[in-house]
């Protein structure tokens, strides 16, 4: 199983993520891009974690992404649906994206995964938690990306 690329235009892998992507800026969520998928592919999850919290907090959670996409823009609406691609609850209580916020006076990583399924729908509602998402996924990703972006304040 090839991984997919997982790339952004506001960061590097192992770069940090700029402050307007984070709990100090704008709060938006960064341009997110992949490739290199397997053909069998019939939709994407993303999700993005802060893998340094004592209990990895996810900050962000998109299923249903049409294998048809290879990208989510910049700023992704916080709506529970938009085009068929839901969003879940974050660790922060929200639907949608929740930048960046480590402690003061700590860096953490933030990954950014990407999964292709084989299924075009992981036959949730809107909201679901990491969880459930996982749960769905069982049996069914093909390949996994990862980028990793630094946040410290």
């Known amino acids: 199983m090839d991984k ?7 960061f590097s892998d192992g770069g940090e993520i700029p402050v307007d992507y984070t709990c100090d800026g704008m ?6 891009f992949w490739d290199n998928i397997p053909d069998e592919t019939k939709s994407f999850v993303l999700m993005m ?11 962000w959670i998109v299923y249903d ?11 992704f609406p916080k709506i529970p649906q938009i085009d068929g691609i839901k969003q879940g609850i974050n660790d922060l209580g929200r639907i949608g994206y929740g930048g960046p916020c480590p402690p003061k006076g700590s860096v ?10 084989s299924v075009p729908s992981l036959e949730l509602s809107t909201g679901a938690t990491r969880k459930i998402v996982e749960e769905k996924m069982e049996g069914k990703i093909l390949s996994k990306g990862i980028l990793i972006g630094i946040y410290g304040r």
């Not at 709060?27 to 997110?32: A, K, L, Q, V």
């Not at 992404?65 to 910049?74: A, G, K, V």
């Not at 990583?109 to 399924?117: I, M």
């Open 4 to 10: 997919i690329i997982v790339k952004s235009l506001t």
């Open 49 to 59: 974690e802060d893998i340094d919290s004592s209990s990895s907090v996810t900050h």
């Open 65 to 75: 992404i049409p294998s048809t996409l290879r990208l989510l823009p910049e700023n």
């Open 108 to 117: 953490h990583r933030y990954a950014f995964n990407v999964y292709a399924v």
């Open 27 to 32: 709060d938006i969520s960064p341009e997110i």
